[in-house]
């Protein structure tokens, strides 16, 4: 009997471990694989800009670049044929990483490319800041500032010879990282913001300049005039308001051993074009000088006339005449 139960007990033991399973091996990798993926992917410090902010990243000294090696997908096209990318850090718009790169290219000054990064793969650019010269009569800015909103506004100025003209567009940046553009909305231009049309006898001329009674523009809402302060001080007359709602502004610059005198048209309460009608630049000394002049005539139709004098070594080597009338929406066309 003895032996008997003793076959029984082993007999059970037996199918016990033929029943029994080997335990599954499982790799660390597999074990991880799916936590890893939904890991968020940290690739670019903290910033530390606050909105609102007014760029100038170009003549920033707080703002220091950080230093990417790796892990961004496309990133070869904004590093420069280097194997990093320069950043400036802005914060995150949810789960969108936003940084601003350093992007040269032939003709600028200096380049600013906006980019959002989702996870590890640049989503979209734009460009931000810049400053570039085609030829020496071609050129031409971009600047931006950002609200606290986090929307992006654009102001574009292209100048070819005496003429510049504005450009303004905004963006946000959707979930998904694209940069959205945002409709321009015209608030209209206040009154209250210029002084009365001046009374002036037309036609003016650059021998005007000097007698004109000139008003300090202290309005801070208007978009573009701060590309005409000169040590934080803009002076200025009206010299008319049209049926269109559009402002002609008279503005005269004297920063240091430069001066210059500029026709300012102003609609929707942004600066939209200006006309340099007085200035001149000089190089070398008194005898054997070299500069540009140029000097105007207004009209009572405001039709504006320059005369455009090239000097080479301190004689007139050449006298251009050009025209210029301003449309309904406040541009000047070349007559």
Known sequence: MKSLYGLAVISLLLI?????????????????????????VNLFTESTIVFPYNGNIAVSAKLKPDTLYS????????TGGKDYLLYYPLPDVENVDVVIVPTKSDGYKYRYTLLTVLRDSVVSELE??????????????VSF???????????????????QWFEYKNYTIEPNGKIKAL????????????????????????????SLHYSSFTCKNVV????????NSINYITLAHTENDVYY?????????????????????????????????????????????TTFEITDDFTIKLELTTIKRGKVASVKNEIYRINSDGYFVKQ
């Open 224 to 231: 573009g005039m701060n590309n005409f302060s000169c040590f």
């Open 128 to 141: 931000i800041e810049s400053e570039f010269t085609k030829s020496q009569k071609q050129k031409g800015s």
């Open 71 to 78: 892990g961004l997908k496309g990133m070869e096209k904004y």
């Open 145 to 163: 500032d950002i609200n606290k909103d986090y929307q992006f506004s654009i102001t574009s100025i292209n100048q070819q010879g005496n003429y």
């Open 249 to 293: 502004l008279l503005v005269n610059s004297e920063c240091g051993d430069y001066a210059s005198s500029d026709l300012v048209v102003i609609k929707n309460n942004k600066v939209v074009s200006s006309l340099t009608i007085d200035s001149a630049e000089y190089d070398g000394d008194d005898d054997n000088y070299w500069g540009d002049e």
């Open 183 to 210: 409709a321009n909305k015209n608030s209209g231009t206040k009154a209250s913001c210029f002084a009365k049309i001046a009374d002036l006898k037309y036609p003016i001329n650059s021998d005007d300049l000097s």
């Open 16 to 40: 016990g471990c033929q029943n029994k399973k080997e335990p599954e091996v499982v790799s660390a990798h597999d074990v991880f694989e799916e936590e890893v993926d939904t890991l968020p």
